[in-house]
């Protein structure tokens, strides 16, 4: 079946960084536009980053844009998300997202002092 | 960027109720849109995409409708399981923007 696994949530000070990873199965990763989305706490869900299927264009949010970098591994079937220059108001749970239909549980990060 | 605005941002309706949200897009999206489903402390679940095609597995009191800048998600008969927030999203192009949400509760 399939599975969607985010890891490498955490607390970190403003400014620091992280590097989120979804680790994949169950379905043919490099067919995938993969998105990472991000939902703050009591908030509505946003959207964050984008790669296409073959790893070319990834897109960002313009509130990520420069500090956010998405990328994947289509040998290992998993996908990253680097965080630099993290902000409070990056304080969310992160999901991982497959097409439109495969989403993982979350990692919660935390931007705190 | 193409802005997206969902009404209302919440309804409160009654067991059996039909029940009607709407997405906006600021421009044309064609048929880029998708619905889901978020239930509370739970992660989101796709309902339907391309607008009105419904995801496998859904309930069929579940439709959609809708191109171009307009669209509708309608609850044809609302249960006590369908209480939930309704988000929007469009997927033509970057940036993929969500609507603000739709909160669904039982009267």
């Known amino acids: 079946q399939v599975q969607v696994v985010e890891s490498g949530g955490g607390v970190v000070q403003p400014g620091g960084s992280l590097r989120l990873t979804c680790e994949t199965s169950?379905?043919?990763?490099?067919?995938?536009?993969m998105y990472w989305v991000r939902q703050a706490p009591g908030k509505g869900l946003e959207w964050v980053a984008f790669?296409?299927?073959?790893?070319?264009?990834?897109d960002h949010a313009d509130s990520v844009k420069g500090r956010f970098t998405i990328s994947r591994d289509n040998s290992k079937n998993t996908l990253f998300l680097q965080m630099n220059s993290l902000r409070i108001d990056d304080t969310a749970v992160y999901y991982c997202?497959?097409?439109?239909?495969?989403w993982g549980q979350g990692t919660l990060v935390t931007v705190s002092s | 960027d193409i802005q997206m605005t969902q009404s209302p941002s919440s309804l409160s309706a009654s067991v059996g109720d039909r029940v009607t949200i709407t997405c906006r897009a600021s421009?044309?999206?064609?048929?880029?849109l998708a619905w889901y489903q978020q239930k509370p402390g739970k992660v989101p679940q796709l309902l339907i995409y391309?607008?009105?095609t419904l995801q496998a597995g859904v309930p069929s009191r579940f439709s959609g409708r809708g191109s171009g800048t307009d669209f509708t998600l309608t609850i044809r008969s609302l249960q006590p399981e369908d209480v939930a927030t309704y988000y929007c999203?469009?997927?033509?192009?970057?940036?993929?923007?969500f609507g603000p949400g739709t909160k669904v509760d039982i009267k």
């Open positions: 997202r497959a097409g439109p239909a495969f």
């Open positions: 169950g379905f043919t990763f490099r067919s995938y536009g």
């Open positions: 790669i296409r299927h073959d790893g070319t264009n990834g």
């Open positions: 421009q044309d999206i064609s048929n880029y």
């Open positions: 391309a607008a009105s």
């Open positions: 999203q469009k997927y033509d192009s970057a940036p993929f923007a």
